[in-house]
């Protein structure tokens, strides 16, 4: 029987196909071959949870192509993979010497279900994807002893004894898979090869003896055996419910976990072949037209019908290029091969002689600087270039008229000059107010700049500041710091700050911008050695 038209699908349902189909971008990005190399790597383990540095030592044990990658970016590929879905993050527990160690050796990843699969397939792709398979035509002699086997057991008083059923039904839709799966593939690599209509004479016999020997043998055998097969699951048919309820009832498997909760969600499972009506439905629709649109023995049938309709074709043509009909192939790939060889100028002179196509006529305007249009690209989408009015009505690009005089910028180099001063006098006054307040910084009140100047001198001090280590105190072990003088100048304005640390020792700066409170540090401020001084010897605040 078949199934009933399921009803239309919801969001969630096309989320779900959204996030399964972005799973197969990996493998046409940019950087494919180094994805794949990653996810080679998680495939090779069952059930792991890989960091970072484990699976850059996996790539270069393997020497794959992203063996070179750095930390950084094989953790960007990761996340990549991760937004696809074919990682996933598992959290780990890690020791690590740094924050940087710490932050790469945190996320760890392990393989998704559709990942693996995914890559699975892939790897089978890349590994035979031009060879052609050779049908297991000796499964389907296994597949109609099995069945008829299976109908007599059934069919017999008592039935057939629940484990051996589960093996006979397990080992049938393995052999039938594998048969069905290896035909498909060959019949594929068929229509690869009847898509050429240029074959020469030694392929043209290739193909021949592979059509007529092989294929024929391949369809022959298919011919005499689906018969047998539909007589046996129609002997089948009528037991198939009850067969595959004694075997759910022997062994159900993943689908005889129950929820333990109320609140888990019931996990889907994927039943194994020959554990559900529809998979015994697929099997007797591959031989038996059972819904009115043909079997896939007669597809089978027509396929095979169609790939000797090709082979007369290229016999046609071959016999037309023997009675002078000559065919252009051996001339074009001749023409093909001058322009893999030839370089990008001779390319086009070739180009010229073969097809009478002359390249594009360029008026010498250059394009924007930020508008690299490649050659290909054609002049009806492609970027509009604004041609001078002089070239385009004259056609010469030299101009016409007096020539403009020089702009004068006198007046904003002397603004410039004022500005530049008024900088350098407020910086002078605000030297003058630090060495004039030195000593008495509790009482004065400094204005905005001469507070700037002095928390720039400051931060110039400490940061050039040397630190003395000493034994703690009050019976701990603990190390202390203390800051031995530190000083900074500014030779232009011609003032000196020294910062010393005592314990203790406050000092208050009150400014326009608010007040600044320094706990155990003591400023002196007076004149560089270069400059003269006014007021004699420095003078120290706390």
Request: charged content about 25%; hydrophobic content about 40%.
């Amino acid at each position: 029987m078949k199934a009933s038209a399921s009803a239309a699908p919801t969001a969630a349902d096309e989320h779900g196909a959204q996030r399964r189909l972005d799973a197969y971008s990996y493998l046409s990005a940019p950087e494919r071959l180094e994805h794949v190399a990653i996810m080679r790597v998680f495939c090779g383990t069952l059930l792991a949870d890989l960091s970072v540095s484990e699976v850059m030592e996996k790539l270069r044990q393997a020497g794959a192509r992203a063996a070179g990658l750095d930390a950084d970016t094989l953790t960007v590929r990761l996340e990549q993979l991760v937004r696809w879905g074919n990682l996933l993050r598992s959290s780990h527990t890690v020791k690590a010497s740094s924050i940087s160690e710490y932050q790469r050796s945190r996320a760890r990843y392990q393989l998704s279900k559709p990942g693996e699969r995914i890559q699975r397939d892939a790897d089978g792709v890349l590994a035979q994807a031009d060879a052609a398979r050779e049908v297991s035509n000796e499964l389907l002699a296994l597949v109609e002893r099995g069945l008829r086997e299976l109908a007599e057991f059934v069919t017999a008083p008592g039935g057939i004894e629940p484990q051996d059923g589960l093996e006979r039904v397990s080992t049938l839709f393995v052999q039938f898979t594998e048969f069905a799966d290896s035909i498909r593939d060959f019949y594929a690599y068929l229509g690869q090869v009847l898509a050429r209509y240029d074959l020469d004479s030694a392929e043209y016999q290739g193909f021949k003896e592979l059509l007529l020997d092989y294929v024929e043998a391949i369809t022959e055998d298919v011919a005499f055996r689906a018969p047998r097969i539909s007589a046996a699951l129609d002997t089948l048919w009528p037991h198939i419910p009850g067969l595959l309820a004694r075997l759910d009832t022997h062994a159900q498997g993943l689908t005889g976990l129950s929820p333990q909760g109320s609140g888990r969600l019931e996990t889907r499972v994927q039943r194994s072949r020959g554990r559900e009506v529809a998979d015994w439905e697929g099997l007797r629709g591959w031989f038996s037209d059972t819904d009115g649109q043909g079997s896939q023995v007669d597809q089978l049938r027509d396929a095979t019908l169609r790939a000797l309709q090709s082979l007369l074709a290229n016999a046609k043509r071959m016999l037309r290029s023997a009675t002078g009909e000559m065919s252009r192939r051996r001339d074009l790939l001749r023409l093909a091969r001058w322009f893999d060889e030839a370089a990008p100028q001779d390319a086009h002179d070739i180009a010229v002689a073969a097809f009478g196509l002359y390249g594009a006529r360029h008026l010498g305007v250059p394009p924007a600087t930020d508008e690299a249009v490649p050659a290909y690209t054609s002049w009806w989408t492609g970027p509009v270039v604004e041609v001078p009015v002089a070239l385009r009505e004259r056609g010469s690009r030299a101009q016409r008229g007096r020539t403009s005089t020089v702009e004068d910028h006198s007046a904003q180099k002397r603004r410039l000059r004022d500005a530049a001063r008024e900088r350098a006098a407020a910086r002078a006054a605000a030297a003058d107010e630090l060495r004039s307040a030195s000593g008495r910084f509790a009482e004065v009140r400094l204005t905005s700049a001469a507070l700037g100047l002095l928390l720039e001198l400051l931060a110039t001090a400490l940061g050039n500041a040397q630190l003395r280590r000493r034994a703690g105190t009050g019976g701990k072990d603990a190390t202390e710091f203390d800051l031995d003088q530190a000083h900074s100048e500014d030779a232009e304005l011609g003032v000196r700050l020294t910062v010393r640390r005592t314990a203790g020792a406050r000092c208050v700066l009150h400014s326009a911008d608010g007040d600044l409170l320094l706990d155990d540090l003591e400023l002196d401020v007076g004149r560089t050695s270069s400059a003269p001084a006014d007021n004699g010897a420095e003078v120290s605040v706390s």
